[in-house]
C-alpha cells in the first residue's frame, strides 16, 4: 500500500500558516527572540521562539476551546490549514473514516496551573472543567478528534524529541498495513516557560541573548546550545487509493521511516543509534543514500548533539548531499520539531530550494566534511530525509519523495 | 448585597462564561436550558461563583436549582447564612 501526503499545515514562530512560513524559510529569518518573564522565573537564558497563542473564540464554541492547552490550539490551527489544503470538509470526515496521531510528551502549563489553583485554593473542584481535558499527554488528538468529530484511530506518541515523527511513522504503518486510509498525523510543543525549566537547568541552552537571531547555529564551530520553541504541525496522510478516489492533489509520497534506540545514555546522542535510524529508512525507501537530495537535520545547536549527528550524515551519505537544520531558524521545538520539519521540508520540495541553515559560519571538524547549506539555494528535491533524535536515545527518520 | 445587586452581578458573570446575551437570562428560564449546561459546566458554575463572590458551593447545591430565580435565591441565602 503506498503512502501519500495530501496536506500540510504549520503554526510555528517562523509563520503562523504555510504562506508566512514559505516566506520565512526563503529569507533565512529567524523566530527567535527573549521573553524577559523567564529571568525572574530564574531562568539562566530568556532565549525562546516568540509565538503567540491563537485566539479561536470566532472558530470554536465555548466547550470546544475550554479544554484546549496550549499546543492543542497551534494543532488546531495547523491542522486545519492541513485539512483545507487536502480539501478535507467536515461534510468529508463524517462521512468517512479518519484517524489521529499527534506526538506530544508533555502538558506541563495546564498541568502546572491547576494545580498552583489547587494549593492556592485547597478545593480541586476550582481548577474548573476543561483542566482535566487540558493537563493529559493526549490534549492535542482528544481535543481534535473531538472537534472534528474523528472515527479512527486516536492516541499520541510521546518519544521526547521525536514524538512528531514517530506519530507520522506510525501513521505511514498504519496505512500500509490497511488498517486506515486516512490519518490526520502532527506534532506539537507548548512554549510557556514551565515547559521548559528543568531543560534550561540542565545548561543545555544557548547563553547568546545578545543577538537572539543568531543565537541557534546548529553545526557552526561557534554554537552554545539550543533554544527552544514551540508550536504545532499537521500532515494529512492517506493511501494512494484514497487520495485518487478523492481526486486529491498529492504533495508527496511517505516512503520510507527508520527507527531506533540507542540503549546507551538518557541524554547523550549516539552515532550508530542515528546511523541504524537513517539506514532503516533508507532501506524501506529503496533507495541508496545518493538518491536522496536533501537531509533536514535533527541538530539542536548542541556542542556534541550535532558532532554526532554530523558524523552519522557523513558516515551514511558522504560528503556532498545537501544538509541544512532549519532548527537555526525556528530553534527546537522539541515534541514538534519531527512533524514541522517534514512539513519545511514539503515546503521546500514544493517551491524547489533549500532553505539555508542560517548561523553556519565556521565549520567544526566534523561539520567541514559535510555540505551544509548556509543560504538559501534554488533546487530541485525529489527525495528528502528527515532525521528528529530524542532523550532516551530514541531515533526517527522519514524519506518522504515527490510523487510520480 | 441586595437581590438586585445579586442578578446583576450573577448575570454578568453567566453572560461572560456561557457566552450567552445578558436579555436571554429570563428569570424564569430553566437554568441548564437557558445556558446550555451540560454536566461539565456545573463545575464552572462552582469556580465562577467563588470567583465573584467568595464562598464555596458544591454540585450538589445545584440539585434544588431549576430556574434562574432560583439560583439568584440561592445565592441569596448563601449570603444571608454568611
Not at chain 1, 90 to 119: K, P, W
Not at chain 1, 235 to 245: G, K, N, P
Not at chain 1, 284 to 293: C, E, L, N, S, T
Amino acid at each position: 500500500m503506498r503512502v501519500v501526503i495530501t496536506g500540510y499545515g504549520v503554526y510555528s514562530c517562523i509563520g503562523k500558516n504555510v504562506e508566512e512560513v514559505t516566506d520565512s524559510l526563503r529569507q533565512g529569518r529567524s523566530g527567535i527572540g527573549i521573553a524577559e518573564d523567564r529571568r525572574p522565573f530564574g531562568y539562566r537564558s530568556c532565549l525562546t521562539g516568540i509565538l503567540e497563542e491563537p485566539d479561536l473564540k470566532k472558530d470554536l464554541s465555548r466547550r470546544e476551546r475550554l479544554g484546549m492547552s496550549e499546543e492543542a490550539k497551534y494543532a488546531y490551527v495547523s491542522t486545519k490549514e492541513a485539512l483545507d489544503m487536502a480539501g478535507i470538509t467536515q461534510d468529508y470526515l463524517d462521512q468517512n473514516r479518519a484517524g489521529i496521531l499527534f506526538g506530544n510528551d508533555s502538558t506541563a502549563g495546564a498541568v502546572i496551573e491547576a494545580v498552583d489553583t489547587i494549593r492556592e485554593k485547597k478545593d480541586t473542584m476550582l481548577v474548573g472543567s476543561g483542566s482535566i481535558f487540558q493537563s493529559m499527554n493526549s490534549t492535542v488528538n482528544m481535543n481534535l478528534a473531538t472537534i472534528f468529530r474523528l472515527r479512527g484511530i486516536n492516541f499520541t506518541i510521546s518519544a521526547a524529541c521525536a514524538s512528531g515523527s514517530h506519530a507520522i511513522g506510525v501513521g505511514f504503518h498504519m496505512i500500509k498495513s490497511g488498517l486506515e486510509d486516512m490519518i490526520i498525523c502532527g506534532g506539537a510543543q507548548e512554549v510557556n516557560m514551565y515547559a521548559f525549566g528543568s531543560f534550561d537547568g540542565l545548561g543545555v541552552f544557548s547563553m547568546r541573548e545578545d543577538n537572539p537571531a543568531q543565537s541557534s547555529r546548529p553545526f557552526d564551530k561557534d554554537r552554545d546550545g539550543l533554544v527552544t520553541s514551540g508550536g504545532a504541525a499537521t500532515v494529512v496522510i492517506e493511501s494512494l487509493e484514497s487520495a485518487q478516489r478523492r481526486g486529491a492533489t498529492i504533495l508527496g509520497e511517505l516512503t520510507g521511516y527508520g527507527f531506533s534506540s540507542n540503549g546507551d545514555h538518557i541524554s547523550n546522542p549516539d552515532t550508530g543509534g542515528q546511523i541504524d535510524s537513517i539506514t532503516r529508512a533508507l532501506k524501506m525507501a529503496g533507495i541508496k543514500p545518493d538518491q536522496v537530495d536533501y537531509v533536514n537535520a535533527h541538530a539542536t545547536s548542541t556542542p556534541k548533539g550535532d558532532m554526532y549527528e554530523a558524523q552519522a550524515i557523513l558516515d551514511v551519505f558522504g560528503g556532498k548531499t545537501p544538509v541544512s537544520s532549519t532548527k537555526s531558524m525556528t530553534g527546537h521545538e522539541c515534541w514538534m520539531a519531527g512533524a514541522s520539519e517534514i512539513v519545511y521540508s514539503m515546503i521546500m520540495m514544493r517551491n524547489g530550494f533549500i532553505a539555508p541553515n542560517i548561523n553556519f559560519e565556521n565549520p567544526d571538524e566534523v561539520s567541514r566534511n559535510l555540505n551544509i547549506i548556509a543560504e538559501a539555494t534554488k533546487c530541485n528535491l525529489d527525495t528528502i530525509a528527515s532525521n528528529s533524535f530524542g532523550f532516551g536515545g530514541t531515533n526517527s527518520t522519514l524519506i518522504v519523495k515527490k510523487y510520480e | 448585597m441586595s437581590r438586585e445587586e445579586v442578578v446583576e452581578t450573577v448575570n454578568g458573570f453567566l453572560a461572560e462564561e456561557f457566552e450567552v446575551e445578558v436579555e436571554s437570562l429570563d428569570p424564569n428560564g430553566i437554568l441548564h436550558e437557558t445556558l446550555d449546561l451540560d454536566s461539565l459546566d456545573y463545575v464552572d458554575l462552582v469556580v465562577v461563583i467563588e470567583s465573584h463572590f467568595g464562598f464555596k458551593v458544591t454540585g450538589e447545591d445545584f440539585k434544588s436549582i431549576s430556574t434562574l430565580n432560583d439560583f439568584y435565591d440561592f445565592i441569596v441565602s448563601k449570603f444571608e447564612h454568611a
